[in-house]
């Protein structure tokens, strides 16, 4: 009897053993940083002719491309592991632009419907000014008639949430997405990417759009983001290990900022 006991509890330490050398093993995968560098779309039509462009797409003026391929160039000896877009034109061909500069072997570009701009429904590639105003209103507020201060009103007066949602609620077609409508398809996107690459960790390059940038960084990192500006072409720079994200940079220009 005494040797049935010891021969199972011989059995059984060598299970452990080979289990807890698997679970190390797989928490030693996991426990492997991944970057994350989040690009705005480069300078569009759109954005020179001062109109709503979110799931409606233009083209990258000259300008734009030029500012994809300085962010290219700044990031040209950073091996990228995976690189994704949604699928508009704009953000592929930033990310498109940006791969093309780097010195690495360069990955496929991943399509990711997730990542897409805001959807302003019937304020679609119509003037921002005309969008901007029928929020004003909405709020009946006394506010600014300027192009460039009413915006800077808008962002003071509202949350990024209350100025999504107010958007929504002024679209005359009912057709814009609510802060909660955007805010789950982008939960869904950063998981499924994590899923793919978080194991081997690396750099990831993911291209996306100015309003949905703020969002994202939200999901991850509830509270960090606070109010800073995603200009074309700016780098937010984050971190990925054992589950948790950490903010590095936000909307950083520098490497834009080289042709001035």
């Not at 006991?5 to 080979?18: C, E, P, R, Y």
């Not at 390059?205 to 100015?210: A, D, N, P, Q």
């Amino acid at each position: 009897m005494k040797r049935k006991v010891i021969a199972i509890l011989s059995l059984l330490s060598v299970v452990l053993a080979v289990f807890g050398s698997s679970v190390t093993s797989e928490a030693a995968k996991e426990s492997k940083e991944t970057t994350i560098y989040l690009v705005r779309h480069g300078k569009t039509w759109f954005n020179t002719q001062n109109q709503v462009q979110g799931f409606c797409d233009s083209l990258l003026t000259e300008e734009g491309e030029s500012q994809a391929k300085l962010v290219g160039e700044g990031l040209k000896n950073v091996k990228f592991t995976a690189a994704y877009s949604s699928d508009l034109g704009r953000q592929r061909k930033t990310a498109q632009l940006i791969l093309e500069q780097n010195e690495k072997k360069v990955p496929q570009i991943i399509e990711n419907k997730g990542f897409r701009e805001k959807n302003f429904g019937g304020f679609e590639g119509q003037s921002n000014d005309d969008m901007n105003l029928a929020v004003a209103k909405a709020l009946n507020l006394d506010y600014p008639e300027g192009s460039d201060e009413l915006w800077d009103f808008l962002k003071e007066e509202l949350t990024e949430e209350e100025l999504a949602n107010k958007v929504a609620e002024v679209d005359p077609t009912k057709t814009a997405e609510t802060y909660d409508q955007m805010k789950q398809r982008v939960e869904k996107a950063m998981p499924q990417v994590m899923k793919k690459v978080a194991k081997k960790g690396g750099n990831v390059l993911i291209v996306s759009s100015g309003g949905i940038i703020p969002i994202l960084l939200e999901s991850v990192a509830p509270g960090k983001y606070q109010g800073e500006k995603i200009a074309n072409c700016s780098v937010t720079t984050l971190t990925y290990k054992d589950g948790k994200y950490t903010i590095k940079k936000i909307g950083d220009t520098s490497f834009v900022d080289q042709k001035e």
